[in-house]
């Protein structure tokens, strides 16, 4: 690819995020036409160069990280893979790798973004899916990568870091657990999870964290036997409805096996050629739009410690929503 089209894809892709930090009800117009201009003239250096752009906005600012792996997976769809070479979804996936791969070396110099690099992660593991024939599912080893990141944050009980494996948690725990269990490797059986809230519990009983935080941490094991906050009867959300690629063999390991392809033909859109936007569940199972999720998970972040049970939220939280609603359906 020449120099100038390399800067015009990268040049939209700036564009594209500052637009989507501020104006998230742009997505489809705006991820649309970066898709557009990546696939005039896709080579690997250029889906690489978007592929880092759009981790590392997603690790430093918060605002966009649930953007970025929605983005993350609406351009693994339909982005067009490269003559030769890797798709924008296989480069994704090993950046991801490579920066999980760091986190045991800079975890004692720089644990904020290790912190942002994982909650980047839970969402875009909530966000990526393939099939598997005519079942939708996610990436174990995404996963697998989330709660091996959460737990090394529990070894380095900062309040901070108790903070993120709360949040992480209370977000994707459900899904973490769901796909843990049902992996090909596991038997039923969920190490990761069961040794992350062994964590959980030991700290939540060490007399050297603050009582607050010690009363956090304690609530998420009554959490997760309460199946989540999705009762009794509830069910593991599936994954997003988003056009998804299907690969033939997915990766199913730690270090990913960038030797998967995919079909960039089998990208679907809905009526009005736009990719459908996805489901996202509340901590009950109601069914919520991208834009209620995004506020909701903004507000969770914002607060001091959204240390409150799964099937309530605070006072101010609540009425902020319900305005939000409201303007929602004026539209």
Not at 153 to 165: A, M, P, Y
Not at 275 to 285: E, L, Q, R, S
């Amino acid at each position: 690819m020449s120099s100038n089209a390399s800067y015009s894809a990268e040049a939209a892709l700036s564009e594209t995020i500052g637009t989507l930090t501020y104006s998230p009800g742009m997505f489809d117009v705006s991820a649309g036409h970066l898709a557009d201009i990546i696939n005039a003239n896709p080579d690997r250096d250029s889906l690489e160069k978007i592929a880092d752009i759009i981790v590392e906005t997603s690790i430093r600012e918060i605002n966009f990280r649930y953007t970025g792996a929605r983005l993350c997976h609406y351009l693994s769809a339909l982005v067009t893979s490269p003559t030769e070479g890797q798709g924008f979804r296989d480069i994704l996936l090993k950046r991801c790798t490579d920066e999980h791969a760091k986190l045991h070396d800079i975890i004692k110099t720089n644990v904020v973004r290790v912190r942002a690099f994982t909650s980047f992660l839970a969402d875009l593991f909530l966000q990526l899916s393939y099939f598997v024939g005519d079942v939708q599912r996610r990436y174990t080893f995404l996963g697998e990568a989330v709660l091996k990141s959460l737990q090394k944050l529990s070894e380095f009980r900062e309040k901070e870091n108790l903070k993120c494996i709360a949040q992480t948690l209370k977000m994707a725990g459900s899904v973490l657990e769901y796909e843990e269990k049902n992996s090909e490797s596991s038997d039923g059986k969920t190490p990761l999870i069961d040794k992350l809230m062994d964590s959980v519990i030991e700290t939540s009983k060490d007399p050297n964290v603050e009582p607050h935080i010690a009363t956090m941490m304690g609530k998420l094991p009554d959490l997760r036997q309460a199946n989540w906050g999705l009762g009794a009867n509830g069910q593991v959300p599936v994954p997003p409805p988003h056009p998804v690629p299907t690969y033939s063999a997915p990766p199913n390991t730690a270090v990913y096996n960038s030797s998967s392809s995919y079909n960039h033909n089998n990208v679907t859109k809905n009526g009005n050629n736009q990719v459908d936007a996805g489901t996202f569940y509340a901590p009950d199972g109601t069914e919520l739009t991208p834009e209620e999720y995004e506020f909701m998970n903004a507000q969770i972040e914002d607060s001091e410690l959204a240390d409150f049970p799964s099937e309530e939220m605070p006072e101010d939280i609540e009425k902020a929503y319900e305005e939000f609603l409201n303007s929602q359906n004026k539209r």
